[in-house]
Each structure stands twice: as structure tokens, then as C-alpha cells.
């Protein structure tokens, strides 16, 4: 029988990145992956020759070399990663657009505080002492209780309209709560885009699962990939054997699973955990991928990397009610980051928008490929709305497109109702009922790239490295 010190389930950013860390102080670690591709939710495919991203519209929690005590620095010194092996290229700009407002910001703060002052003058004053508070919140309080983002923001935002604007990217880019956020994911967030921003390697994630799997395997880590795990078997309180979809088994002396919290208590067997349905996450989302021959640029659209849309002044994250709901999205435009004299070859323009399991999931594969056609138009003709007006003579012009929803989330990730942002219950200090099961990931809490990859040095230093 197979047996390892710290076995890790799922190949995402967080196992990987705790994959390294323990790899590199000795540990004999194995990474389990049901998948035959790395990645998780942040992964690439390919498709008639040509590959997409999934997941990465940007890197967030950019910061400017030699910035001390920041996520990034941490991540880039804990996996023994250089910047300049990251090649990140900044973002050109990016808006929070709303039909009544429009502010746009970058990674200096200082456009969003100056965009703010321009649009809600009587509310600048509470904005900055929003921000401050946010600058001084502790950066770890792992017991801390649920609190609502919203309450706290409202002790300092009285326009409505700005404080759902400040929440569109917040919640599209990391909350799995409706219409609502946990208060220390809020201040997480709000750091990651608008303290910080947004940055992107040239050849996208894919440069980051490079990196990644490079320095596991040097660092003498062991991958099992298309090798998942179907039971995991406990003993006095503990993960005593872990049962391969083969059937083989495997015991390990500590489990992180990156899975997700309500899909890893389904693993357990004999484990009658009655909240595990209750755990799901609710939220989901559909992406568009256009491809283009000529640069969005050439059509007067060179000046916006990311605009978080919304009709309307009112703002509603929540399990949409329609298969897919066109009235708020992300528009990401990979091209428009600085990439100095280098240039992706093609044109591509991406939207995200939340969208139904229930209907996706019932489709018959026909229906489901009808469907997503249907749907692929009707979601950027309602971007179009935000975007320059020749956008629709761009259209036009698209050589190839491609569509993920939330079957495919499900599909690729094994997340329960394909959930982006998994449970909205966090175990924020990665313990489970089991000693020697711990979470790392997305229902750890800590959501994005950097994040994800922080989570899963967190837990691999806490509950491995110093125990």
C-alpha cells in the first residue's frame, strides 16, 4: 500500500501551492487529481488548435516591486518564485459601470479616490475613512465571526448607488454569499482590487501552472493525475486510508483536501453530516470566450481591461432567476494589459455573467448546445451596452468562440452545482471534525489566484510545518 506523509486532494492553486511548501522542507507529498489537467477553477483547454483560459481574467493583489508585506510578496518568497519569472504585465484600466455612474480606477488607488470625489462629491469623506479602516483591519483573524460587509460599509457610505458599485467587483471576483459578504473577505477584496489591482502574464495561466508544477516536481513532490478520490476512510477520529476511484488505497498520515468542504465530507464514509446539502454554494456563472482576428484596440477599445457591468442602478448578486442573468457581468479584455512591445496574436474579449445551475444542468445535450448559441449572442448584446459603439461591428468579425457554464464548472472542478465560490460557510482555520483533515482552498477562504495559492501555503505551514 502507497503510503505518504501528507496526501493533497486536487490540483488547483491551493494544493499545488501547498504541494511546494511542504515538498520544499522535505515532506513526501502527494497530489491527487481526478482531472487529467492542473489548475482546478483556473485552468486552459484546448479547442480546434487554438487554447483558452478559464477562470484567470487577471492576477489581483499586484503591487509594484519592492512593496514589503503584501500577499504577493508572501506567495512569490514561500514558493520560491521570482517576479521576473511571473513576467506580470499591469493593467491598462478598468471601470465599475453602472447606467447612472461610471468610475473608473487602476493600480493606483489614487483614480478610484479621485473618480469617487468627481462622481458622489458629498461622499468622498466616508469613502477615506472607509479605505482607512479597511488599511488598519488585522490581516489574519481566522476566528472571526460572520460579519456583514454591507453594515460596516453603510456606517460610512450613505449613496446606495456607491456602495453597490464598490460591492459589483468585490462580490463577481470572491463572494459566494447573496447579496452580501462576510466582512473580512470584504476588506480581503477590496485590498486585492482597488489597494492593489490587477496584473497578467502574457501567456496567461498558463505561465502559472508552469511555474507551479516546475517547482513541485524539483522540489521532489509526487502528481497522480486522472486519480481521484472516492472514499476516504476514518478510524478514531481520523483519515485512516483514502480509496482510489481504482480501488487502490492509499494512507497518509495528514489530508488537505482542496475539493471543496460539502464534497470532501461526501468522501467520508459512514460521515452523516446533515448540512453538507446546506454547505452548497449557490452562485454560478456562465463565460463567453470571442476570438478575433484584429486587437479590440482597432476598434476604439484600448483604454478598459475589465469593466464590471450593471443596468440599472441597483445591483443584485444572487442564484439568478433565468438561465443566465444579462443584467450585470464582467467584460475582461486580455489585450489591454502593458505588455510593452509584445501582443497576443489575437483579439479576445470575455464575459461573465451569473447564470442557473437547475436549467443548465437539465438541458439534453442538444438543447444544452442550442443553448449555449442562443445564449452566447444574447449575453454580448447586452455587454454591448458598455462597451464602444463599434463593439457590434466587432462582433461581426469573431473567427471563433467558445462557452463554459455551470455544467462545465461542475464537470471540470467536481464542485457541487458548479459553485465558483464554493460553500458560503468558510472554515477560515482550514480544521475539519477529523484531526488530520484540513481544507485548503476555496471553502478555506481566501478566493482568487494569489489567494488561492496563499490559502494553501496557510494551512501547509499551520497545521503541517509547525505541528
Not at 206 to 227: Q, S
Not at 386 to 403: C, G, N, Q, T, V
Request: aromatic residues 12%; glycine residues 8%; proline residues 3%.
Amino acid at each position: 500500500m502507497e503510503r505518504y506523509e501528507v496526501a493533497i486532494i486536487g490540483a488547483g492553486m491551493s494544493g499545488l501551492a501547498a504541494g511546494i511548501r511542504l515538498a520544499h522542507f522535505g515532506k513526501k507529498v502527494c497530489i491527487f487529481e481526478r482531472h487529467y489537467a492542473p489548475g482546478g477553477l483556473n485552468s486552459f483547454y484546448s479547442k480546434e488548435g487554438r487554447k483558452y483560459d478559464v477562470g484567470l481574467h487577471a492576477m489581483t493583489n499586484f503591487v509594484k516591486p519592492g512593496v514589503k508585506g503584501t500577499p504577493l510578496g508572501k506567495i512569490l518568497r514561500q514558493l520560491r518564485i521570482s517576479r521576473e519569472e511571473l513576467d506580470l504585465s499591469e493593467q491598462v484600466g478598468s471601470r465599475i459601470a453602472f447606467t447612472d455612474a461610471d468610475l473608473r480606477f487602476s493600480n493606483d488607488f489614487e483614480l478610484l479616490e479621485s473618480e469617487v470625489e468627481r462622481v458622489f462629491p458629498r461622499e468622498i469623506d466616508g469613502f477615506r475613512g472607509l479605505a482607512a479602516e479597511i488599511r488598519s483591519y488585522p490581516d489574519a483573524k481566522l476566528d472571526a465571526p460572520y460579519l456583514s460587509a454591507r453594515s460596516v460599509v453603510r456606517n460610512w457610505i450613505n449613496d446606495s448607488l456607491l456602495e453597490d458599485m464598490l460591492f459589483c467587483p468585490l462580490m463577481y471576483y470572491g463572494s459566494s454569499t447573496e447579496d452580501d459578504m462576510d466582512f473580512s473577505q470584504f476588506v480581503v477584496m477590496f485590498r486585492s482590487i482597488f489597494l492593489e489591482g490587477f496584473a497578467r502574464p502574457l501567456d496567461g495561466i498558463r505561465k502559472m501552472i508552469r511555474l507551479l508544477l516546475d517547482r513541485y516536481r524539483k522540489a521532489g513532490g509526487i502528481r497522480r493525475m486522472n486519480t481521484g478520490i472516492s472514499k476516504l476512510e476514518t478510524s478514531d477520529g481520523r483519515i485512516s486510508r483514502l480509496i482510489l476511484d481504482d480501488g487502490k488505497e492509499v494512507e497518509a498520515e495528514i489530508v488537505i483536501s482542496s475539493a471543496g468542504l460539502p464534497e470532501t465530507y461526501r468522501l467520508i464514509e459512514g460521515f452523516e453530516n446533515e448540512s453538507a446539502e446546506d454547505l452548497e454554494g449557490k452562485l454560478s456563472f456562465t463565460e463567453t470566450i470571442s476570438i478575433f482576428e484584429r486587437q479590440p484596440a482597432d476598434f476604439g477599445w484600448g483604454d478598459d481591461t475589465i469593466v464590471f457591468f450593471n443596468q440599472g442602478s441597483e445591483f443584485e448578486y444572487r442564484n439568478s432567476r433565468e438561465t443566465v442573468d444579462l443584467r450585470s457581468g464582467v467584460i475582461c479584455i486580455p489585450n489591454n494589459f502593458e505588455y510593452g512591445e509584445r501582443s497576443l496574436d489575437e483579439g479576445i474579449v470575455r464575459v461573465t455573467c451569473l447564470a442557473n445551475y437547475d436549467q443548465w444542468i437539465g438541458y439534453e445535450e442538444d438543447e444544452y448546445l442550442n443553448e449555449k448559441v442562443r445564449w452566447n449572442e444574447r449575453i454580448w448584446q447586452s455587454a454591448s451596452q458598455f462597451m464602444p459603439p463599434s463593439s457590434l461591428e466587432y462582433e461581426k468579425e469573431r473567427i471563433a468562440w467558445d462557452m463554459f457554464t455551470p455544467k462545465t464548472v461542475e464537470r471540470y472542478t467536481w464542485h457541487a452545482r458548479g459553485a465558483i465560490y464554493g460553500s458560503p460557510s468558510k472554515m477560515k482555520d482550514g480544521t475539519t471534525e477529523f484531526d488530520n483533515l484540513f481544507v485548503c482552498g476555496t471553502d478555506q477562504g481566501y478566493l482568487g489566484i494569489v489567494g488561492s495559492m496563499l490559502s494553501g501555503i496557510a494551512m501547509a505551514n499551520q497545521h503541517v510545518l509547525r505541528a
